[in-house]
């Protein structure tokens, strides 16, 4: 049975974009190809509002975040975190066999530079940093972060947007990460499989200098390619279809427009959280593409089957709080009409747990 989706993503795909997807395959060392890639690399620029170098992997976005370890850092990095996924990225430098400084912010609240200020080594090549932390709901306040890591002697700084891109604007121009991380399977509600990254001059210098980069995720491999509008290898065509189909969708309603909107469906779904349970993430601070709904004891098994026999599907919670929360994504293409279609049937299964 289909479902309409409600989830952290994979999120919703619209037949639209599905059917945009299923073109006659072409071959990826051609013009034809290259065409679809520059298309979209363009796309991107514009509705990110950024002039980085823009390059695609299929792969989901872990390989990038991968990419940034391995490409920006010889030694030593830091990773900033309050949550499942800040947790990941330490994680992840870790097991690259880098050494690893944390800063380690409480959960449900957001990373403010009073986190920041004196705890950035000088031998600290690059510090991580998630801008939309999907485990619990907090949107940080990714400005302040960035200005607050500059002043700490200025190391690259990496931004995971994966649950951020397409829906809020992340002020690049003014932010200037040294990369921004981030996949096709959430805001940009397309299906899985397709790592999308945007890097700076400073990030590519730096890569020059980090030994064993490796092949598949080396950021130089990938742009001696990328300059050519060319893959390194077998890209993901029926993804960048999507993707150049979406972006096209996009800068049709406007940017702002899909921020707006991505806006009043949060509010949407806020005014029910508040009503029925409580809200994890602090206020002020609180993610534009999924909410962390707070429940204290609660058969989330129970609503999540009822859901799903209603047709519809959510998210559980992730981590350390899995136990006390659930998550409802509200990003992508959807719209404020189907926020109040899964209200109401939410509200119809919690009547019936009585
Ligand atoms: C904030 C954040 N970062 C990273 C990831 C990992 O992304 P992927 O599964 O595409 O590798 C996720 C996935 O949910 C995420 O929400």
């Known amino acids: 049975m289909s479902r309409r989706l409600f989830t952290v993503g994979p999120v919703e795909v619209f037949p639209d974009t599905l059917q945009a997807m299923a073109k006659p395959m072409i071959i990826h060392r051609g013009k034809d190809y290259q065409q679809v890639q520059k298309a979209v690399v363009e796309k991107l620029h514009k509705v990110l509002d950024t002039d980085m170098e823009i390059y695609l992997s299929p792969a989901s976005a872990t390989g990038f975040l991968e990419s940034c370890v391995r490409c920006g850092v010889s030694k030593k990095m830091l990773g900033i975190t ?39 080594g000088k031998d600290i090549e690059a510090v991580t940093f998630v801008s939309n932390e999907s485990s619990t709901g907090v949107l940080n306040p990714c400005l302040e972060v960035a200005e607050a890591v500059k002043a700490e002697g200025d190391p690259l700084f990496f931004v995971d ?41 400073r990030l ?7 030994e064993n980069r490796g092949y598949y995720f080396d950021l130089l491999e990938i742009k001696k390619f990328a300059d050519k509008d060319l893959p390194l290898t077998t890209p993901a065509v029926s993804l960048l279809f999507g993707l150049d189909y979406q972006l096209d969708k996009m800068l049709k309603e406007g940017v702002s427009a899909r921020y707006q909107r991505h806006a009043e469906m949060t509010d949407m779904i ?5 009503k029925k349970f409580g809200l994890y993430a602090e206020q002020g601070f ?34 350390k709080i899995k136990d006390n929360t659930f998550r409802i994504g509200h990003m992508g293409d959807l719209v404020p009409k189907d926020i109040n279609d899964l209200t109401k049937v939410m509200d119809e299964v919690l009547e019936e747990m009585k």
């Open 286 to 319: 609180r993610s534009k593409t999924l909410t962390a709904v707070e429940t204290g004891k609660f058969d989330f098994g129970a609503f999540d089957s009822a859901l799903k026999a209603k047709g519809f599907e959510i998210s559980n919670g992730y981590g």
């Open 161 to 201: 947007g994966v649950t951020s891109v397409g829906a809020v604007d992340l002020q690049l121009k003014k932010m200037q990460p040294d990369a921004l991380v981030f996949g096709s399977q959430k805001a940009l509600a397309l299906p899985p499989g397709l790592a999308i990254i945007c890097v700076s001059p």
């Open 82 to 120: 309050n949550g499942s996924f800040g947790d990941r990225w330490q994680q992840i430098g870790t097991l690259n066999g880098k050494l690893v400084d944390k800063i380690e912010v409480e959960w449900g609240k957001a990373v403010r530079k009073e986190h920041i200020q004196g705890k950035i």
């Open 204 to 210: 590519l210098k730096k890569a020059e200098k980090v």
């Open 270 to 274: 806020h005014k029910w959280a508040k």
